[in-house]
């Protein structure tokens, strides 16, 4: 069974970058069937699909957040990363990450499962 | 981008039936997947694709899709589905690659 864990600083400060590794369990992030994604949840909100990267190292992220998101896979360890940059309090979040799977056929959507714990990051000085 | 809307609050007395709804574009293009979240706990994948339950989901939840709406229905709710439900499709705008969440529906049992 695929199992998925954050790790990271739980405080970072304004106008740094956050780094998050996710280390995968059970599976590979090698394998061509899946997408490795990130995703927040602010406090008392709801969630964000952040980005996701692939195993050849091709990735893709929010346009809203793009040109602060950096991901990364490192296949030996069985890891995926994330780096925000130039964060503010309004990156204070849950920060998960996702096994992300594509559906066959003309209207197949994607999915994520299984999902991290979850990790807080708070932004702060 | 595409948004996915949902209702922010719906409630659903003990052993009744209760459908939750996502509505956008994309959705016209894309089936939606569904997830169960409980305070303090990550999202649960519920439902995926035209109408599939991950192992260990009970059969009380189905999906469905029509227009640009796609519906999460429990048929039969317990107290222990009392969560928050958010659906998740792909972007139809763009590049067809990113992906969105709805706001999420807070499910109160009564």
């Known amino acids: 069974q695929v199992q998925l864990q954050e790790s990271g600083p739980g405080l970072v400060k304004p106008s740094e970058t956050l780094s998050l590794t996710c280390t995968v369990s059970g599976g590979s992030v090698s394998s061509s069937s899946y997408y490795w994604s990130w995703i927040r949840q602010p406090p008392g909100k709801g969630l964000e699909w952040i980005g996701y990267i692939y195993h050849s190292g091709s990735t893709n992220s929010n346009p809203s957040l793009k040109s602060r998101v950096t991901t990364s896979v490192d296949t030996s360890k069985n890891q995926f990363s994330l780096k925000l940059s130039s964060v503010t309090a309004a990156d204070t979040a849950v920060y998960y990450c996702?096994?992300?799977?594509?559906?066959?056929?003309?209207?197949?959507?994607?999915?994520?499962?299984?999902w991290g714990q979850g990790t807080l990051v708070t932004v702060s000085s | 981008s595409s948004e996915l809307t949902q209702d922010p609050a719906v409630s659903v007395a003990l052993g009744q039936t209760v459908r939750i709804t996502c509505q956008g574009d994309?959705?016209?293009?894309?089936?939606a997947s569904w997830y169960q979240q409980k305070p303090g706990q990550a999202p649960v994948l519920v439902i995926y694709?035209?109408?599939n339950r991950p192992s260990g989901i009970p059969d009380r939840f189905s999906g469905s899709s029509s227009g640009n709406t796609a519906s999460l229905t429990i048929t039969g709710a317990q107290a222990e589905d009392e969560a928050d439900y958010y659906c998740?499709?792909?972007?139809?705008?763009?590049?067809?690659?990113?992906?969105?969440f709805g706001g999420g529906t807070k499910l109160t049992v009564l």
């Open positions: 994309s959705l016209r293009r894309y089936y």
């Open positions: 998740n499709s792909r972007d139809s705008s763009g590049n067809h690659l990113d992906r969105v």
């Open positions: 694709g035209k109408n």
């Open positions: 996702a096994r992300d799977l594509l559906g066959y056929g003309s209207r197949g959507g994607n999915w994520f499962d299984p």
